[in-house]
T-cell receptor
């Protein structure tokens, strides 16, 4: 089944403790992206990647890091999480080279930083 | 840069009634347009998309949307809603020819009442 898999689904952590949210897609998609969803704000892009080793900032990149060492994986790293990073995070992928401009989303990771 | 405005944050409607969810966008370049649906505790699912061609686009679950370039709108409609359509709906835009940045509106909560 074609899908984007995020782990974990739920995570509670303390301020300053480094964490990684993993994202993997099995569709050989070129583009991958991370979004955060907050009430009343919709989804805002954190980082995106157009291919292996090619990443760029989205609208709200502060406090986050990403890497794209393999085409299928695009982990999101919070080096020193803070309470304002408490949010619902989504990973997504698409394949514009094949005319697919719509993103496929993962099921989300609900992060709470205390 | 582009922006999306969803004019209604909440839309209550009775079962079997028609519904319209409004979306307006702003962009300095031509855009692709999308509607996504998010059911409770799930990720986003692509409902329909406009890339080119006919301005009336049909999607899944009986939804359709019409692209109006002069009014920069992309309203979503369904002639008869069901309880199962209760969800949050997001309008999104990306620059034509690019999946690099998908910009979302703040969402509209559709609640279908029995």
């Amino acid at each position: 089944e074609a899908q984007v898999t995020q782990n974990p689904r739920y995570l509670i952590t303390v301020t300053g403790k480094k964490l990684t949210v993993t994202c993997s897609q099995n569709m050989n998609h070129e583009y991958m992206s991370w979004y955060r969803q907050d009430p009343g704000l919709g989804l805002r892009q954190i980082y995106y990647s157009m291919n292996v080793e090619v990443t760029d900032k989205g609208d709200v990149p502060e406090g986050y890091k990403v890497s794209r060492k393999e085409k299928r994986n695009f982990p999101l790293i919070l080096e020193s999480p803070s309470p304002n990073q408490t949010s619902l995070y989504f990973c997504a992928s698409s394949n514009p080279g094949q005319g697919d401009y719509g993103y496929t989303f993962g099921s989300g990771t609900r992060l709470t930083v205390v | 840069a582009q922006s999306v405005t969803q004019l209604d944050s909440q839309v209550p409607v009775f079962e079997e009634a028609p519904v319209e969810l409004r979306c307006n966008y702003s962009s300095s370049v031509s855009v692709y347009l999308f509607w996504y649906v998010q059911y409770p505790n799930q990720g986003l699912q692509l409902l329909l998309k406009y890339l080119s061609g006919s301005t009336l686009v049909k999607g899944i679950n009986g939804f359709e949307a019409e692209f109006n370039k002069s009014q920069t709108s992309f309203h979503l409609r369904k002639p008869s809603v069901h309880i199962s359509d209760t969800a949050e709906y997001f309008c999104a835009v990306s620059p034509r020819g690019s999946a690099r940045q998908l910009t979302f509106g703040s969402g509209t909560q559709l609640t279908v009442l029995p």
